[in-house]
C-alpha cells in the first residue's frame, strides 16, 4: 500500500532486539511525529502533533539528565546510591555530589554566562564555585549544573532555585547525580 502522507524526516534505530522508527510528516490536519517500534511482528506506534513536539523533547532531556552517567567518580566526600538494575543485571551506581546543583527545563538558548548572572542574582555569588550548561553533539540539553563551595549552600540553593523563571521557562533545580 503506497502512502501519500508526505515525509518530512525519518530516521531507523535500533534498541536492543527493536527497531524504532521516527518520522515527522504531514497530512491534512498539519505537521505530526510518529513515532512507531517493531519486535518480531508487533508493531506500536504514536503520533504526537507538532504542537506538542517540543514538550516531548523537553521531557526526554529531563529523562536524559536524570539517568546515571557511567563515569562515576567515587569520592569519599560523596554518597552513592543504587539505580535499578538493567537488564543485562549489571549494577550501576549514581554518585551524589552534594556541593551540585542540577537545574533543568531551561530554555535550549541559555548559556553558561546567563545562567551564571542569573544564579549570582537569587543566590549569593561567592558561593558559587563553577556554572556550566549540559551539552550533546554542541547543542544545550537543556539542563545546567552549578557547583557550590559548600553541601549547606548547595541545598539552600535547591530550594532558592526551583520554580524560577529565566528566559520564559520554569527550571527544576534538584540534587546532582554524576
Not at 498539519?30 to 508493531?43: A, D, F, P, V
Not at 557511567?70 to 549489571?90: E, F, G, L
Not at 541559555?110 to 545562567?115: F, G, I, K, M, R
Amino acid at each position: 500500500m503506497a502512502e501519500d502522507t508526505p515525509m518530512i524526516y525519518e530516521n531507523k534505530i535500533r534498541v536492543e532486539n527493536k527497531d524504532v522508527f521516527v518520522d515527522v510528516k504531514k497530512n491534512d490536519n498539519g505537521i505530526y511525529l510518529k513515532i512507531s517500534e517493531r519486535n518480531r511482528n508487533n508493531r506500536s506506534t504514536i503520533l504526537i502533533p507538532s504542537s506538542g513536539i517540543e514538550k516531548l523533547r523537553d521531557v526526554l532531556t529531563d529523562a536524559l539528565a536524570a539517568l546515571p552517567n557511567n563515569n562515576s567518580n567515587n569520592n569519599n566526600n560523596k554518597k552513592t546510591a543504587k539505580a535499578a538494575p538493567t537488564t543485562d543485571n549489571a549494577k550501576k551506581e549514581k554518585v551524589l555530589d552534594d556541593k551540585k546543583v542540577c537545574l533543568t527545563s531551561l530554555a535550549y538558548s541559555v548559556s553558561a554566562q546567563e545562567l551564571q548572572e542569573f544564579c549570582n542574582t537569587i543566590v549569593n555569588s561567592k558561593n558559587i564555585v563553577s556554572v556550566e550548561v549540559l551539552l550533546r553533539r554542541g547543542r544545550s540539553l537543556g539542563v545546567g549544573v552549578v557547583e557550590f563551595n559548600t553541601a549547606q549552600n548547595a541545598k539552600n540553593a535547591i530550594a532558592e532555585l526551583n520554580d524560577q523563571e529565566l528566559k520564559g521557562r520554569k527550571m527544576s533545580a534538584r540534587e546532582y547525580y554524576e
